[in-house]
């Protein structure tokens, strides 16, 4: 993964007991607040909650993930996860050479009740297979994987210096109301080659990344049991109808219904 610094040193790669087997998938459960320090593996890994919350950063941006859905990570991605909530985990571990087909970008993605099955199953099995059969089941899973729609719970870190600046105060304070030429003075840049970048780099004008990274600080307020109206003013919205609109139009859901379930 491209780092920011050539003076700082990639993170450890974890090594993992795989026995050699295409897919291993491991059961982890997880105290809130626990932060698991940057680290890479060889092998791609996609992250499933069955409940709680969690969020994974890389130097690209972040992704959170709720229950019932899953990040991927391809290999050699530098991540660090941090666990909002109590959280129960299944980490399926895929040998490199079958990743592929899924990409060298993170994404958070729904989890079809057949994936979710298959990567339950093999956390929870402790019955012997064949390498014909562990081959079959990479197959399947990476053919899934690789099909089923992403989430919109992910903001992505542009490699512009300015914006990067930006970025590191919008997370710390979602409510900063500057405009992107507010922010141009501020970081000592042009508006026009800062929208630029942010277009080229992510795919976002100003006001979408902005809400993008509002909605998704809200997420982490929310699941601390922080009343609807307190997270809409703390993330920058006037009014808690107009936060819980734009969280419905993005996630789909009220922001009581979407935890309710």
């Keep these: 993964m491209k780092r920011t610094s050539g003076n700082t040193p990639p ?43 969690f969020v994974v950063r890389t130097p690209a941006g972040i992704w959170m993930v709720p229950s019932l859905r ?36 993170c994404r958070v993605i729904s989890v079809p ?11 929870d099995s402790r019955s012997p297979h064949d390498a014909d059969f562990h081959q079959s089941i990479a197959v399947v899973m990476t053919g899934l994987i690789r099909e089923v729609s992403t ?31 507010d922010w141009a003075r501020a ?10 970048r942010l277009k080229d780099e992510t795919g976002m004008s100003f006001r979408q990344w902005r809400q993008q990274i509002r909605l ?18 703390d993330v920058g919205y006037e009014t808690a109808s107009g936060f819980i609109t734009a969280f419905r139009q993005t996630f789909g859901a009220t922001p009581a219904a979407y935890f309710e379930s």
């Design 11 to 53: 993170a450890p790669i974890v090594e993992l007991e795989t026995d050699g087997r295409p897919v291993h998938v491991r059961p982890m459960d997880f105290a809130k607040g626990t932060v698991i320090d940057p680290h890479r593996h060889r092998r791609g890994q996609l992250i499933y909650a069955t409940s709680g919350l």
């Design 70 to 105: 899953g990040v991927w990570v391809p290999p050699m991605t530098e991540h660090a996860v941090s666990l909002l909530t109590d959280t129960r985990m299944r980490s399926a571990y895929i040998a490199p050479e079958a990743c592929g087909v899924l990409g060298q970008t």
């Design 113 to 123: 009740s057949v994936l979710r099955e298959l990567i339950i199953y093999l956390g």
């Design 151 to 181: 989430a919109s719970l992910s903001v992505p870190l542009p490699e512009n210096d300015g914006l990067r600046q930006i970025y590191r105060a919008l997370t710390e304070d979602p409510s900063d109301q500057r405009t992107l030429k």
């Design 187 to 196: 970081v000592g840049g042009s508006e026009r080659t800062l929208l630029r």
């Design 216 to 233: 998704l600080c809200s997420l982490e307020r929310l699941a601390s049991g922080q009343p609807v109206t307190t997270v809409a003013l």
